[in-house]
Every structure is written in structure tokens, then in C-alpha cells.
T-cell receptor, first 111, second 113 residues
Framework: DVKVTQSSRYLVKRTGEKVFLECVQD?????MFWYRQDPGLGLRLIYF???????EKGDIPEGYSVSREKKERFSLILESASTNQTSMYLC??????????FGPGTRLTVT | AQTVTQSQPEMSVQEAETVTLSCTYD???????LFWYKQPPSRQMILVIR??????QNATENRFSVNFQKAAKSFSLKISDSQLGDAAMYFC??????????FGTGTRLQVTL
């Protein structure tokens, strides 16, 4: 089975802190994605990556950056966390077969 | 730009009954994929069913089937013989340009006894 794991299920950070969210997949997928999920808004794409060291902005990249140094790992970075970044963050991966496999999510609270 | 609209924020169905979740979309692409994903409470999002736009035949997966109307840009999900385990948030998803997925806002399905 494809497995996508995320480093934390719950995270509480203070305003202004630098936050790292880690995602690892074990199926050698080329593509990896970071979304945030908010009630009434569905999932919105923050960044995605087609290959190591490649990244593309999604629909809401402001306030975020990403890093993909290894194929299996895709990190989301909040350079200076703000309260409006309190959300559920979902990582996903896939191949060209289009089906995305999702991680369990990280619920981030910024106080 | 592509859009996905789910006009039913919440739906309820009795166990063993049938329910249909609605989805409309818009895209300028001729080749795309449509999906329904399910997110159970506190559990991971999983794929329910997939439809390729070039296929006229509606996709079916056990109790789940879709009604794909390409001209009307409509993609509804029918769940037959509903079970308690079907209770979840359901997202309609479009895969089109630039290999990005566009999600609808979701429909929360309750299953009652």
C-alpha cells in the first residue's frame, strides 16, 4: 500500500515562529503536493513539486515556501507563522496515473 | 481557470437507501479527469471513483457510481445501499490544466439508522 506520512498530527506554534511541516512518501512518486483545508473552502493548493529540487506555486503560496531535496520528502515551511495560517495541512503524492494519495494531515494552530 | 462547485454543504441518508451528491465544474480543457474523494472523520482522504473525460461510459465502483454529463459539465455521485461507514466529507475534484487538482468545497454526508 502507498503510504504518505506527515511529521505531526497536531502542532501549536506562536506567531512569528518558523514552522516546518514534513511529508514523506514511500512509493517513489514523482509528484508531491501541499494543500490547506479550511471549512467551507475545500482544499486549496499551496505548492507542488514534479521532481527533486523543483517547485511550482499553487493557488495560495503567499507566506509559504517548500523544499524537496530528496524524492520521497517534501517540506512546507512557514517562514513567520501568523494566526491566519491556522488550518489543516494535507500532503499528497502521485504518479502520472493522476490518483493522489493523501497523508493524515497536520492540524496547525498559531496563537 | 477551472472551477468545481458543490452546492450541497450537507446531505443526509438513511441506512440502506440511495443518495446522490451533486457537482458541476468548468474547464476549457478537452482532456481531463474527475474524481470523488472521501474524507471520513479524523481519517485520511481516499479516492472513491475516477472518470476520464474522454470516456462516455459512467464509472462504477461497487456501490458507488457516477452520472457524468460532459456537455452539461455535471458529475454527480450516487451511493447505493448506504452504510454507516459512508458517513464522511465528499469532495468533487477536477484534474485539468497544469496537472493541478481543483477541489470543490465538499458535501458532508450523514448516514442515519
Amino acid at each position: 500500500d502507498v503510504k504518505v506520512t506527515q511529521s505531526s498530527r497536531y502542532l501549536v506554534k506562536r506567531t512569528g515562529e518558523k514552522v516546518f511541516l514534513e511529508c514523506v512518501q514511500d512509493m517513489d512518486h514523482e509528484n508531491m503536493f501541499w494543500y490547506r483545508q479550511d471549512p467551507g473552502l475545500g482544499l486549496r493548493l499551496i505548492y507542488f513539486s514534479y521532481d527533486v529540487k523543483m517547485k511550482e506555486k499553487g493557488d495560495i503560496p503567499e507566506g509559504y515556501s517548500v523544499s524537496r531535496e530528496k524524492k520521497e520528502r517534501f517540506s512546507l515551511i512557514l517562514e513567520s507563522a501568523s494566526t491566519n495560517q491556522t488550518s489543516m495541512y494535507l500532503c499528497a503524492s502521485n504518479t502520472l496515473a493522476y490518483e493522489q494519495y493523501f497523508g493524515p494531515g497536520t492540524r496547525l494552530t498559531v496563537t | 481557470a477551472q472551477t468545481v462547485t458543490q452546492s450541497q454543504p450537507e446531505m443526509s441518508v438513511q441506512e440502506a437507501e440511495t443518495v446522490t451528491l451533486s457537482c458541476t465544474y468548468d474547464t476549457s480543457e478537452s482532456d481531463y479527469y474527475l474524481f470523488w474523494y472521501k474524507q471520513p472523520p479524523s481519517r485520511q482522504m481516499i479516492l472513491v471513483i475516477r472518470q476520464e473525460a474522454y470516456k462516455q461510459q459512467n464509472a462504477t465502483e461497487n456501490r458507488f457510481s457516477v452520472n457524468f454529463q460532459k456537455a452539461a459539465k455535471s458529475f454527480s455521485l450516487k451511493i447505493s445501499d448506504s452504510q454507516l461507514g459512508d458517513a464522511a466529507m465528499y469532495f468533487c475534484v477536477l484534474w485539468g490544466t497544469a496537472s493541478k487538482l481543483t477541489f470543490g468545497t465538499g458535501t458532508r454526508l450523514q448516514v442515519t439508522l
